[in-house]
């Protein structure tokens, strides 16, 4: 069911605590934490402690959640200092986007140029 967690979920046991992650940022809601593959100086996943396979789906049922997401991406950007120079909040939905944890999460990159369109 939509928004409980998955026992087959990366994300959702980084969550519970049972997979370690590099956590910089925890609401109620959400969770940041650093991409074990990083894209670019600051590059951190933020997602919600609610299991939901992409963010339109998140966004349908539970629009207070998406907006908790998306500030807290800005905290984030705001915390790595990059908010004054720019950076970029980035939905991955399906594979064909190259998703590959179906579980909401917004990268949030920074720290370097980000040119349009990405390569």
């Known amino acids: 069911m939509a928004g409980e967690a998955q026992a087959d979920c990366l994300f959702c ?23 074990i593959n990083p894209q670019a100086p600051t590059h951190v996943l933020v997602i919600p402690r609610a299991h939901y396979p992409d963010a339109a789906t998140m966004a349908a049922a539970d629009p207070g959640l998406a907006a908790d997401l998306l500030r807290e991406a800005g905290v984030v950007a705001s915390e790595d200092k990059v908010d004054g120079t720019g950076y970029r909040v980035v939905f991955n939905t399906g594979t064909g986007a190259g998703q590959t944890v179906f579980h909401t999460h917004a990268h949030v990159l920074g720290g370097r140029g980000l040119e349009w369109p990405p390569g």
């Open 13 to 35: 046991k980084i969550v519970s605590g049972d997979v370690p992650a590099t956590i910089v940022r925890e609401t109620a809601t959400t969770v940041a934490f650093r991409d």
